[in-house]
């Protein structure tokens, strides 16, 4: 099956291995992967603040880059949403662009959504041996309605003790730009979710939206830093855990 | 209470919230508990989806006929003695009560929870007549007592007040000398409210909905005073927003299974009372006269707008209680009588953006509030449409915020720019970072200090994805 990966900026700017995972993973699953040179942002960080007009150009270049895609895999849950639920919004007035966008809409999939829905895959063969809990980001969960497929994914990893948070699917306290725009009340819903995780009792916190696990890892090596939990918790994307053998 | 209550910058009402402990720790422990009374009863009702598409449907259908339904409603409250009166603004809605005042020459009132009535600044009015305004709801009691403190949440008002607290509000005001027991301070106000009921010349209340095809106007509580607000005063004064509508008690039922279980977690109310008209000759309950105040105020520009699935609010401030927003800013961030997610929508659309430009953007669209709403209304698409017409149309954001934007979204939309702009802050992050996070200092910063305040940020890689993968895919190659 020939995929191509929209990898989202944040890995691509930070997190290069997690792309990486998410490449062998979908290989090993038989896929024939394609990483366009030319992609960048899918615009969502500028749709959340309202800056739609400003929003187009990023749109506009990853319709361009991915319209003759056959499937296009998402590595981040909120910008598959964006692709598939925002971009006829904010295109409605220009029809020629509408109709290119509707080309990629209909053929993205948030990676875990992937892997069970489209490819029929529960089992990956991974082996992860500690203690993980799972954070299940807003626009994967609840907007775009994923809620089994990585659930799935995480019983069938041998080794791995799946340790249940309190309140999951509460939001992180990112929200786009809302960590820099209101970073007093971001920091403290952060902290929130930070300590629903530490409580859990896991050593590792994995999700499937980096722009969630960025936050939470930044918030837990704070705290971890500065003496508020004692045990040091990893942040991994779920295509990390999925690649371990 | 006008709608706006506080109008100081939102960041420094924020600030303030944050600041006290006592009052973040209360509405926390509140959202707990209602959430899992709430998800308890939820769970048992499997058909839990179909009733909230069906009550959506419901409330779209009187929006969209609402003159209608209006117009019925009216005809049957008359045909049942009832006097109707329709208020386009807040004024004319407090001058027809005043005309009521002069006529009755009352000199003290009872009220039932009413939020409209918050919403004209109905107790200024009064007060400003020389009337004596009793609330007669045990936490809007507590609010007035405590020299009008503001609402935080639209059904539960008091819910930032400890019981210490209360305690000490009914010590210093009106001389309690008992303990924090909350059944032993109930009693207490209750003695001390029951006088206020006999002797009331007018007894207001609110209007959770009206039914259309009896003229029967329906009021929910918990404490039975506004069952006595509306059956002990000689006249009765119910003020409804003109969108509280529902055309017959088959809607009714749908509307109240779902009014309830959302708003706190319970299947039934203590109180449900139905009212079709003044009492009759020979009832012994019930006002001489009722008048029925149908409420604009701003509520007809919504109707059929791009706002317009906001009207079907119930107000059972099921997206207050979940809000994680909410939960650590509390009702008092806002500012507005109208707090959480509903009155992030609510409040600008009521008194336009420019006091309440910030609301909008006091949530993480995370879309709780929606999942919870038992009307579906899509709070969280309607706080971003509410951002597209403040940044993008009305140009109301900060310009230095505006332009930072519109750069960076140049950036983004062309690898190159991007690829060489990133590798720019690849190097500049490199020179302010230690140890492979961004150092101390930078907290100092612009934009990146905010996050720093409290959390790491690791840097931007010289070698980004695609440049790993286009190696990765080199090395396969040969």
Redesign the interface.
């Known amino acids: 099956m020939k995929i191509h990966l929209f990898s989202q900026c944040l890995i691509d700017m930070f997190y290069p291995h997690v792309g990486m995972a998410g490449v062998q993973v979908l290989e090993r699953l038989g896929c024939d992967i394609t990483v366009p040179k030319k992609q960048v942002c899918c615009g969502q960080m500028f749709v959340n603040s309202g800056y739609n007009d400003a929003a187009k150009g990023a749109i506009k270049n990853t319709i361009e880059v991915f319209e003759n895609a056959e499937y296009i895999v998402s590595m981040s849950g909120s910008c598959a949403f964006a692709i598939r639920d925002e971009y006829r919004h904010i295109l409605a007035d220009e029809p020629e662009w509408m109709a290119r966008a509707a080309k990629v809409s209909e053929r993205i999939y948030e990676f875990t959504e992937f892997i069970v829905n489209v490819l029929g895959v529960t089992d990956v063969g991974a082996t992860f041996n500690d203690k993980v809990t799972y954070h299940k980001s807003c626009h994967v969960t609840r907007l775009m309605g994923i809620k089994e497929p990585p659930m799935k994914l995480l019983e069938n990893i041998k080794g791995l003790e799946y340790l249940p948070m309190n309140r999951a699917e509460g939001c992180c306290g990112f929200g786009g730009t809302f960590t820099v725009k209101q970073p007093e009340i971001s920091a403290v819903m952060t902290r929130e979710k930070a300590m629903n995780i530490y409580n859990s009792g896991a050593n590792v916190v994995a999700g499937g939206d980096q722009a969630c696990l960025m936050n939470i890892e930044g918030m837990l090596d704070r705290l971890y830093k500065d003496g508020e939990i004692d045990r040091r918790i990893k942040v991994m994307h779920i295509a990390e855990l999925l690649n371990s053998r | 209470m006008a709608i706006l209550y506080d109008e100081r910058p939102f960041?420094k009402r924020?600030?303030d919230v944050?600041a006290n402990d006592f009052k973040v720790k209360a509405i926390q422990k509140a959202q707990d508990v209602f959430y899992a009374k709430r998800k308890a009863l939820v769970d048992q009702v499997p058909e839990w989806e179909d009733f909230r598409e069906e009550a959506a449907e419901l409330r779209d259908h009187v929006l969209s006929n609402l003159d209608y339904y209006l117009n019925q409603f009216a005809e049957n409250a008359t045909k049942a003695g009832a006097k109707v009166h329709f208020a386009h603004t807040a004024e004319e809605a407090n001058e027809y009560v005043m005309e009521v005042v002069r006529a009755k020459n009352a000199k003290m009132v009872v009220k039932g929870k009413t939020m409209v009535s918050e919403e004209i600044s109905l107790n200024e009015a009064l007060m400003k007549e020389g009337v004596e305004v009793n609330e007669t709801d045990l936490a809007e009691f507590i609010l007035q007592t405590a020299d009008w403190n503001p609402p935080s949440h639209i059904v539960v008002p008091a819910l930032h007040f400890a019981r210490e607290r209360i305690r000490e509000t009914f010590h210093d005001k009106l001389g309690y000398e008992g303990t924090e027991d909350p059944e032993e301070m109930t009693r207490f106000v209750r003695k001390r409210i029951r006088d206020r009921f006999l002797r009331a010349d007018i007894g207001f209340t609110g209007c959770n909905f009206a039914v259309a095809e009896t003229g029967t106007i329906t009021i929910v509580s918990n404490e039975g005073n506004g069952r006595m607000s509306s059956s002990m005063p000689k006249t009765m004064i119910c003020l409804m927003g003109m969108e509280r509508l529902v055309p017959d008690f088959a809607g009714l039922d749908i509307m109240m299974e779902l009014l309830i279980r959302s708003s706190v977690g319970a299947k039934i109310s203590n109180y449900f009372s139905m009212i079709t008209g003044p009492a009759k000759p020979g009832e012994a309950d019930g006002p001489e006269e009722l008048h029925i105040i149908i409420i604009d105020n701003g509520r007809s520009n919504i109707l059929g707008g791009e706002f317009n699935s906001m009207l079907r609010c119930i107000r059972c401030g099921a997206c207050m209680n979940i809000c994680?927003?909410y939960?650590?800013?509390t009702g008092h961030a806002y500012g507005s009588i109208y707090p959480g997610p509903m009155g992030a929508v609510l409040t600008p659309l009521l008194v336009g953006y420019e006091k309440t430009g910030d609301l909008?953007?006091?949530?993480?669209?995370?879309?709780?509030c929606?999942?919870h709403c038992p009307v579906k209304i899509p709070l969280?698409e309607l706080l971003?449409k509410?951002?597209?017409?403040?940044?993008?149309k009305a140009h109301l954001?900060p310009a230095a915020e505006?332009a930072i934007?519109?750069t960076?979204?140049?950036v983004?939309?062309?690898?190159f720019l991007?690829d060489y702009g990133?590798k720019l802050g690849a190097i500049g992050m490199k020179l302010m970072s230690k140890n492979g996070?961004m150092a101390d200092w930078t907290k100092l910063l612009p934009?990146?200090g905010?996050?720093m305040?409290?959390?790491?940020?690791?840097?931007?890689?010289l070698?980004?994805?695609?440049?790993?993968?286009?190696e990765?895919e080199a090395s396969k190659r040969k």
Do not use: Q
Request: aromatic content about 14%; overall charge positive.
């Open positions: 960041k924020v600030e944050l994680p927003v939960r650590h800013i909008p953007y006091a949530s993480t669209l995370c879309g709780e929606w999942e969280h971003l509410h951002r597209v017409n403040i940044a993008d954001r505006e934007f519109k960076v979204a140049t983004f939309s062309n690898s991007f990133t996070n934009v990146v905010g996050w305040k409290a959390k790491e940020m690791g840097t931007l890689k070698k980004k994805f695609r440049d790993v993968y286009a990765y």
